[in-house]
Nanobody, 118 residues
Framework: QVQLVESGGGLAQPGGSLRLACTAS????????MGWYRQAPGAQRELVAN????????NYAGSVKGRFTISRDSAKNTLYLQMNNLKPEDTAVYYC???????????WGQGTQVTVSS
């Protein structure tokens, strides 16, 4: 089993910054992809960014490209999301996700709230 714990959410003003972190622990099989998703009230969960662990190939949602940066520290089993120039529409619960193991199982964190408001 893999446990994912997110931290770093909170309240930011428009134009501000926040940094999210997600640490994986437990009996961790091979991790293939790590990513961040978000879900705003009344909306579907959507991909924000993800990174492949074999070649560090990165994908960003168009709405965050140029403002958010995903990175990882493999030694610490930790994934980060640096969010700059935040906008009110970035308000959502942000979830950490990994794809791991031979069965390519999905694991989710509990989510962390990000609110962008003046």
């Amino acid at each position: 089993q893999v446990q994912l714990v997110e931290s770093g959410g909170g309240l930011a003003q428009p134009g501000g910054s926040l940094r999210l972190a997600c640490t994986a622990s437990g009996n961790i099989p091979s991790i293939y992809v790590m990513g961040w998703y978000r879900q705003a009230p009344g909306a579907q969960r959507e991909l924000v960014a993800n990174i492949a662990t074999d070649d560090d190939n990165i994908n960003y949602a168009g709405s965050v490209k140029g403002r958010f940066t995903i990175s990882r520290d493999s030694a610490k089993n930790t994934l980060y999301l640096q969010m700059n120039n935040l906008k009110p529409e970035d308000t959502a619960v942000y979830y950490c996700n990994v794809v791991a193991g031979v069965s390519l199982r999905l694991y989710w964190g509990q989510g962390t709230q990000v609110t962008v408001s003046s």
